[in-house]
């Protein structure tokens, strides 16, 4: 079992930057693939990236390839997304996310984090 809590989010100007963060319970956490994701009002979850479990294999969604970065800490149990360049529409909820299989974490993560707001304004 995981356990995840994001962090980190909050209100900014277009332009800006955040940092979220995510930190994991449980021992298994290193055995654990991780992924952001985010979902806006009206809209469907949408899968932003993915790291595997040791920050050698990396995936990013089109969208934000360029401006956001995943990265991971083992020895803390976090995981992190800079975001750069932030629009009004990275406006969302964001969710980090694990799976032991890395292209699952990406389609089908086994657990979630309870989700942090983003509000970007213009």
């Known amino acids: 079992q995981v356990q995840l809590a994001e962090s980190g989010g909050g209100l900014v100007q277009a332009g800006g930057s955040l940092r979220l963060s995510c930190a994991a319970s449980?021992?298994?956490?290193?055995?654990?693939?991780m992924g952001w994701f985010r979902q806006a009002p009206g809209k469907e979850r949408e899968f932003l990236a993915a790291i595997n479990w040791n920050g050698n294999s990396i995936v990013y969604a089109d969208s934000v390839k360029g401006r956001f970065t995943i990265s991971r800490d083992n020895a803390k149990n976090t995981i992190y997304l800079q975001m750069n360049s932030l629009f009004p529409k990275d406006t969302a909820v964001y969710y980090c996310a694990a799976h032991y299989v890395f292209t699952d974490v990406q389609t089908k993560p086994r657990y979630w984090g309870q989700g942090t707001q983003v509000t970007v304004s213009s």
């Open positions: 449980g021992r298994t956490f290193i055995t654990h693939h």
